[in-house]
């Protein structure tokens, strides 16, 4: 429950703070999302794709910009094609999320490389 409430703080936080007033996204901001849209594997918009991202960056104390959306993006892009598609990028930022380790002094790049070997063995366990 504890972990719940916190993941629903960091979603509100990063909704209040990543946009414009008007709730469209700065041009820097939208040209690096189009960009993952189209490199992300699966039917994932670049709303989606922000949404979640702006979870993970907020909960790394990471500004959301265009650089960092990049560089996150490519990490999990990188994974994504190391795994040779046995999932996704989508996959690897939920459980991210789920894991919550950023308070706990976990590096983004850290929680990036456990996320994806616990894909790896979830996926071993069902075979």
Same mark, same amino acid.
Not at 12 to 18: D, F, K, L, Q
Not at 38 to 44: A, E, L, T
Not at 96 to 100: G, T
């Given at each position: 429950?504890?972990?719940?409430i916190a &993941?629903?703080v960091? &979603? ?6 990543? =946009?414009?007033?008007?709730?469209k996204m700065t041009? %820097? ?8 849209e189209? &490199?992300? %594997?699966?039917?994932?918009s670049?709303w989606a794709?922000k949404?979640?991202? %702006?979870? $993970?960056?907020?909960?790394y104390n ?5 650089e960092n959306?990049?560089? $996150?993006?490519?990490?999990l &892009?990188a994974?994504?094609k190391? =795994?040779k598609? =046995?999932?996704v990028?989508?996959d690897i930022?939920n459980d ?5 380790s950023?308070?706990?002094?976990v590096?983004?790049d850290e929680q990036?490389?456990k =996320? ?5 063995r979830?996926?071993?366990n069902?075979e």
């Open positions: 429950m504890k972990n719940f &993941v629903m960091i &979603v509100i936080m990063a909704s209040c703070g990543s =946009s414009n007033e008007d709730g041009g %820097d901001t939208a040209e690096a999302l189009d960009m993952l189209s &490199v992300f %594997d699966g039917p994932y670049k794709i949404s979640k991202l %702006d979870t $993970v960056l907020t909960m990471m500004e959301l910009k265009k959306y990049l560089k $996150v993006g490519n990490s &892009v994974v994504r190391g =795994s598609g =046995s999932y990028e989508i930022i991210m999320i789920k894991a919550n950023g308070a706990q002094g590096s983004l990036l490389d =996320s994806a070997k616990a894909l790896e979830n996926l071993a069902k």
